[in-house]
């Protein structure tokens, strides 16, 4: 088998799994010896194994074989979860994520497979197995066997289910030699069949036991297999030879009966059991068929990453020849009203334009992914980093199942770690502190995202001690991010914003969690770039709300048309808060700035003409077009000659070779064929924001 050509499927199977181990690890560390999540990790750690075994992969499948081992005695109730365990499942999870990365980057894996697997076989050898488990493992004879009431249960509940019980007998042959690694091996294929329920002797006693001590072992297990699939799986010239019983049901009810009537007896017997062998097989006939059903179509399939890119793109050069059709049928209307083939091409266009849309639609939400496969990695940042600080946090998260384009997901990843992080070191109370404040001694931190109209909107709220309006203007005077005099001019809203500042920080001395002054003007900026923006409201004492507006995608965006001498520009509809006409002497100058009263709030004015250096003089007219954009907290009002109407865009990124001025970000195809320039808010308003202090 060539394992390459699998390698894309097993890369996407890895990576899920990882994030379920990852999710239910903190599940374990959190609830304990719960059954059905001890369930859960064991079914992952063993699909990683058939997985990596069937690529090749041999580390990485004995090491989580020795993961499934570890997790197999704390399901069988033989060994408890400790936070000892918790520590080493994780060592063992983070060894399997840098094998994934080194695998996805083609380089070859550099973990540290056989420390973590002695690590792993250290732990197991030296559990405190619980004195009653140890005491139920009794070995039995070849014909009958003591059953500890755990495993009558589980036998009895699996056969209700309507799967098939049976105990397997190993005999070893005089000259076989390293019998506890033998039994281990059979064993383990035995729970890739099923649900092992009882090994007597136990795996670990029969590995401690000399070869001449060891005659036989008994598996009791559970599984949908029919009697010769079993057979088939225990065939081995390795032993002298191997019996394999069925467990009658009538039996099972005969020991959950005794189990009832004496629940102190936990060895109590069942009865004999009912040896099998070919001819009691073939008596029995061929297992029922299952009654016919029409097979299932598959209801979807993966495609690659890239295809959906390439459609993508192919999708924006059809929305632009649309906008173009759409704009040549205008002109010949207008020119031809009454002619029959204009009539039709408008039609057509029509047509076009819903087909189009409708491509467009379908090609966006095959681009789109539940932000859950964003949200899923927080978990361990949160409980890693609270155990760093000796701090108790919580992360609640809502709205997992919120679609977003997966270019965005990738986008905002690193700006939700620096929010979260900040929260728990920064937001979140140490215990001391919260009970003095009568607060929970367990912080909360909530991650949610939802939809509204066109955007997402996340937000990560803490109940933490909220942000000081006032501590924070004087550690930027401080630091040199603004002068006194700055300071003076901003209200209390505005200080909060000034942790986007760069080199800006609060923090008292230097970690390696926080206090260099980067990561938050990251934030912003990552944000900025996406045409999203920030949004912060907290209360002293009572917690902070961070409150991110992203678009849902990035490939193709309304935009606002406007005209500047003679260019056409495009402002991205998600900055746009309102577009006003005001007349020319409502502009005052303050601090030697231009800026605009709207709403009873002062608004810095930017005039494109001025900012792209566009001198020739424009008309005078009685009232100015004015488009009152935004990036985060700030706000802007453009000065623009006209306004164009809006369309939808394809934003292309202009050559290296081209020279880029500052406030464009791209460029697109207009509908008349010319090229519209796409104006970059964030940085716009950052420049008068500049151009201000320097005043």
């Known amino acids: 088998m060539n394992t390459s050509d699998f390698m894309g499927a097993f890369l996407e199977e890895l990576d899920e799994m990882l994030v379920q181990m990852e999710q239910k690890i903190i599940e374990l560390e959190a ?90 076989r250290s732990f197991l050898a030296g559990k405190n197995l619980d ?51 033998r039994a281990y091996l059979a064993v383990d294929s035995l729970r890739e069949l099923g649900d092992v329920l009882q090994v007597t002797p136990q795996l670990e006693e029969m590995e401690s036991t000399e070869d001449d001590e060891l005659s036989n072992f008994e598996v009791v297990f559970v599984t949908q297999a ?98 173009r059709l759409e704009q040549v049928n205008r002109n010949l209307s207008k020119r031809y009203k009454a002619d029959r083939d204009v009539t039709t091409l408008g039609d057509v266009s029509t047509h076009v334009s819903r087909i189009v849309g409708e491509l467009q639609a379908n090609i966006m939400t095959a681009r789109m992914l539940p932000i859950e496969s964003l949200f899923d990695r927080f978990p361990r940042v949160v409980r890693d980093l609270a155990h760093a600080l000796n701090k108790d946090v919580h992360l609640s998260i809502e709205g997992k199942e919120t679609r977003l384009d997966r270019t965005v997901i ?44 066109n955007r997402v909107v996340i937000t990560v709220q803490d109940d933490g001690a909220g942000m000081d309006a006032k501590r924070i203007r004087q550690a930027a005077i401080d630091k040199g991010v603004i002068t006194q005099e700055e300071a003076d001019q901003l209200s209390e809203t505005e200080c909060l914003y000034l942790i986007f500042r760069a080199g800006f920080s609060t923090a008292d001395k230097l970690t390696d969690i926080s206090g260099r002054g980067v990561g938050m003007d990251i934030v ?75 709403r009873g709030q002062a608004t810095p004015v930017v005039y494109l003409r001025e900012y792209f250096h566009l001198h020739d003089e424009p008309a005078v007219k009685k009232y100015l077009p004015v488009v ?10 453009m000065v623009v000659d006209e306004l164009n109407g809006n369309q939808e865009i394809v934003k292309k990124t202009l050559a290296d070779r081209v020279e880029t001025p500052d406030g464009i970000a791209g460029a697109t195809i207009l509908g008349d064929g010319l090229v519209g320039l796409i104006l970059d808010i964030a940085t716009i308003s950052k420049s008068r924001e500049q151009s201000g202090r320097r005043r």
């Open 31 to 120: 609830n304990g010896d719960d059954d059905d999540t001890i369930q859960e990790l064991f079914r992952v750690a063993h699909t990683l194994k058939g997985s990596c075994a069937a690529m090749g992969f041999e580390d990485m499948k004995d090491l989580t074989h020795e993961m499934e081992q570890v997790l197999d005695e704390v399901r069988n109730h033989r060994l408890h979860v400790s936070s000892d365990m918790i520590q080493l499942l994780f060592q063992c999870f983070d060894g399997l994520q840098d094998f994934k990365t080194s695998v996805s980057s083609d380089e070859e894996p550099n973990v540290q497979v056989d420390r973590l697997i002695s690590a792993l």
């Open 131 to 181: 004195e009653e488990s140890v005491r139920k493992s009794a070995s039995a004879d070849t014909t009958e066997m003591m059953l500890t009431t755990e495993a009558q249960l589980r036998a009895l509940e699996a056969v209700k289910q309507g799967q098939r019980g049976y105990r397997v007998v190993f005999y070893f042959d005089h000259s076989s030699i390293m019998r506890g690694v």
């Open 226 to 323: 029919e009697p010769d699939g079993v057979r088939s799986r225990v065939a081995t010239s390795e032993y002298a030879r191997v019996d394999v019983f069925t467990l009658e049901q009538n039996d099972q009810a005969d020991a959950s009966k005794s189990v009832s009537n004496e629940p102190d007896d936990t060895s109590e017997k069942i009865s004999p059991v009912k040896a099998l062998d070919t001819r009691q097989v073939s008596e029995e006939g061929p297992p029922k068929q299952a009654a016919h059903r029409p097979k299932r179509k598959a209801q979807s399939v993966r495609v690659d990453v890239e295809q959906l890119e390439t459609l993508m793109n192919l999708v924006g050069e059809l929305v632009i020849d649309q906008a």
């Open 410 to 453: 990738e986008e905002i990843a690193d700006p939700l770690i620096h929010l979260i992080r900040n929260a728990v070191d920064h937001g979140i109370e140490p215990v001391e502190r919260r009970v003095q404040a009568g607060k929970p001694e367990t912080g909360t931190i909530s991650l949610k995202a939802s939809h509204e109209d």
């Open 524 to 598: 912003r900026n990552n944000i900025e770039h996406l045409n999203g923006t920030i949004e912060i409201h907290t209360e002293l004492g009572k917690g902070t709300i961070f409150r991110i507006t992203l678009p849902l995608t990035l490939a193709i965006i309304k935009g606002l048309l406007v005209g500047v001498a003679d260019r056409t520009f495009v402002i991205p509809i998600s900055n746009v808060f309102e577009i006003v006409r005001i007349q020319p002497d409502s502009i005052q100058s303050v601090h030697g700035r231009p800026t605009i009263l709207l």
């Open 628 to 637: 009152v954009v935004g990036a985060g907290e700030r706000r802007i009002a």
